[in-house]
DNA sequence: TACCTTTCTGAAAGTCATTTTCATTTTCCT
DNA sequence: AGGAAAATGAAAATGACTTTCAGAAAGGTA
C-alpha cells in the first residue's frame, strides 16, 4: 500500500473526507526530500494553487502526523516541520546550526541501546527524537 | 566553584549586573530537581516573591542557557523547559507521555555511536538532544 | 560618600506560529 | 438527487515568548 492509498484508509478509519485540497498537499508533501513548516509549504503551494490557505495546510499536515504519513520534527527554530516518512525507514537526525542543512542517519545499535535504557526503567517507548547540533563539514572548514 | 560563583563569573564577563532578582531566581531555580518552564517557575516565585514580573524570570533563565547554568528542554509541548546543569553531568531522558514524568538516563556507549556518526559525516557537533517518549512503569500497568 | 552612566525591572504592548471560529462550500452516504 | 456531516478559507483568537519604555538599582569613579 502507498501513502496515498494509506491516507485514503485513515480518512475512511476516522470518518473523514478525501478533498482536492487534501490531495493537492499529499502529493506536493510526498514529492519532496524537504522538512516542510506550514510556512515553507503554503509558499510553494501559492505558486499553483493560491486558493489554499495557511489554515487548511497546516491542519492537513497535523492530519498526515495522525495519520503516520509524516512526524513533526521541531529543531529549536521556533517552527514546526514535517517530514514525509517511509516505512520501514527510521532515522534521526544531524542539523547544522550555521548553514540549517539536515542529514539524515541511521544506526542500529543505538536503536538497541535505547530499548536496553527504556526496559532499565520499565518504560514503554512509543517514539523517540535524537538529534546531533553543530556544524556540517563545510561550515566547519569555513569558520 | 559552585554554580551561584560560575553565574556571578559569567555576569562579570558580560559587563551585567548583579541582581536581588537574579539571585532569588537562580536559587529558586537550582533548589529543586523541577524542568521548569517560565510559567512553572513565575507561579512558584509568586508565593514568596510577587513583585518579580515574567518577563524578568524568562529573561534571567535565557540568561542561565547563556551562562551554562541551565539548559533549555523541549518536549515538544510548546514550552521551552530549563534545567538546571550540574558539571560533568550530561543526561538524556525518558519522558512519560501519560503522566508527564521525566526520568534522566546516561548511556555512554550512546555518547560514543553518536560521535562515530558526526565524525562519519565530518560534522562537529556541539550539543545534541536524545529523548525517548512513551509510557512510564506506572502508566503502562494502568493502561 | 556622592555622582553618574549603564543595566535592570515590571507592566504593558507587540510578535509570531499556531489554532479556532464561523459562514459557506463540498463530500459522500442512502 | 437530497441532506447530514465534514471541510474550507479568511479572519480573529490564542498562547508562549520578546520587546519597549520609564522609573529604579547597581557599581565604577572621583
Redesign the pocket.
Known amino acids: 500500500m502507498d501513502r496515498i492509498a494509506a491516507f485514503n484508509e485513515c480518512?475512511?478509519h476516522?470518518?473523514?473526507?478525501?478533498?482536492?485540497?487534501?490531495m493537492i498537499?499529499l502529493e506536493t508533501f510526498l514529492g519532496s526530500k524537504s522538512h516542510y513548516?506550514?510556512?515553507d509549504l503554503y509558499l510553494k503551494l501559492r505558486k499553483d494553487?493560491?486558493?489554499?490557505?495557511?489554515?487548511?495546510?497546516?491542519?492537513?499536515l497535523?492530519?498526515f502526523a495522525e495519520c503516520g504519513i509524516a512526524i513533526e520534527l521541531?529543531f529549536g527554530d521556533?517552527?514546526?516541520?514535517f517530514e514525509p516518512l517511509r516505512a520501514n525507514h527510521h532515522h534521526d537526525h544531524l542539523v547544522c546550526t550555521s548553514c540549517g542543512k539536515v542529514i539524515e542517519f541511521t544506526e542500529p545499535q543505538i536503536e538497541d541501546l535505547q530499548a536496553q535504557v527504556a526496559a532499565a526503567h520499565g518504560f514503554v517507548i512509543k517514539r523517540h527524537r535524537h538529534e546531533l547540533y553543530g556544524l556540517c563539514s563545510n561550515c566547519a572548514a569555513n569558520s
Chains 1, 2 share one sequence.
Open positions: 480518512l475512511r476516522k470518518g473523514l473526507k478525501n478533498t482536492s485540497q487534501r498537499i513548516s506550514t510556512e494553487h493560491p486558493k489554499i490557505g495557511y489554515a487548511t495546510i497546516h491542519r492537513t497535523k492530519l521541531n521556533g517552527q514546526t516541520r
